[in-house]
């Protein structure tokens, strides 16, 4: 199998998998999914990118360069929605 098609079924695997998961995540009301919705979505994109690199699609320093230009916004935006998770969880406690 060619590193394209590798990669293609590789990453639909994991796609099905990974939604799978988080499926059963929302159906627990204890999960705090909706804190991790964020983390969620950066643990896809790193795990998309290294099948990529691991099945010879892309080579491993265009991974490292393609995760590296996700941490900076995607740190950011974990941030942000942790703190404004944060936010409101203060607020409910208030009312």
Known sequence: MDAKLTT???TAVFGAL?????ARMEEDPNSGHDLLVS????VGVAV???LAAACGY???????RVLVAFVAPG???ITG????????SARYDRN
């Open 39 to 42: 983390l969620e979505v950066s």
């Open 18 to 22: 990974f939604n799978e998961l988080v």
């Open 81 to 88: 929605s942790l703190r404004r998770n944060q936010e409101r």
């Open 8 to 10: 293609i079924v590789a």
């Open 48 to 50: 998309t990118v290294i």
């Open 75 to 77: 740190l950011l935006m």
């Open 58 to 64: 892309i080579s491993w320093q265009c991974a490292r």
